[in-house]
């Protein structure tokens, strides 16, 4: 079975500062990873996801996440936090032959002017 | 159309009644998934349609719980005799339906807001 744990329901940064939202899964095999936005009254938006490859993966709105398997890992970041960035994100596992998206609680990111 | 689309967009029944959601995906994807956002359990997976294989019903969390694909194309989640504990987000999305699956890009309508008085 898949899991994803999202450290922190909300996360709170000044405009400017660092982005850091954490996400670590439990998956018996290699995972596919993903990191969803949901802006109020929005469906959700993919930022970024893992699937093979390099193990830092740029996405959209200057957002990456670095996929380390030793630490069972999937953090999000952005280096300077702007207002608009505010919303809830969610961290997302498929694998082990599902193709259902299993995903995190989420954490609701506040940009502090 | 260029999205997922879904309605209603809200929904307000009576406990006992049956409603019926509507999902329009992306047009050529031929896969296309229900999940429910609640505020206690986050999402949470319902079914997947792929193609005209037999749907993945594992997630439907009980018997008054159903959903058809007609032509491939638009899904309806039909809850029979509404409880409280239904009342959630019904989130749509649709995927290419290539051949990895596991790694395609699942785009998600904005939701139908179901309450259940």
């Known amino acids: 079975a898949q899991s994803v744990t999202q450290l922190g329901s909300h996360v709170s940064v000044s405009e400017g500062a660092l982005v850091l939202l954490r996400c670590n899964y439990s998956?018996?095999?290699?995972?596919?990873l993903f990191w969803y936005v949901q802006y109020p009254n929005q469906g959700l938006q993919l930022l970024l996801k893992y699937t093979t490859g390099a193990t830092l993966v740029k996405g959209i709105n200057g957002f990456e996440a670095e996929f380390k398997k030793s630490e069972t890992s999937f953090h999000l970041t952005k280096p300077s936090a702007h207002m608009s960035d505010a919303a809830e994100y969610f961290c997302?596992?498929?694998?082990?032959?599902?193709?259902?998206?299993?995903f995190g609680k989420g954490t609701k990111l506040s940009v502090i002017p | 159309g260029a999205g997922v689309s879904q309605s209603p967009s809200n929904k307000v029944t009576e406990k006992g009644k049956d409603v019926e959601l509507r999902c329009d995906p992306i047009s050529g994807h031929t896969a296309l998934y229900w999940y429910r956002q609640s505020l206690g359990q986050g999402l949470e997976f319902l079914i997947y349609?792929?193609?005209?294989?037999?749907?993945?019903k594992s997630g439907l969390p009980s018997d008054r719980f159903s959903a058809e694909r007609t032509g491939g194309s638009v899904s309806t989640l039909t809850i029979q005799r509404t409880q409280q504990e239904d009342s959630a987000v019904y989130l749509c999305?649709?995927?290419?339906?290539?051949?990895?699956?596991?790694?395609?890009?699942?785009?998600f309508g904005p939701g139908t807001r179901l309450t259940v008085l």
């Open positions: 997302a596992v498929s694998g082990a032959g599902s193709y259902q998206l299993t």
């Open positions: 998956s018996s095999v290699p995972p596919y």
């Open positions: 999305a649709s995927s290419s339906g290539g051949p990895s699956p596991l790694t395609d890009t699942q785009y």
């Open positions: 349609f792929q193609g005209n294989s037999a749907p993945d």
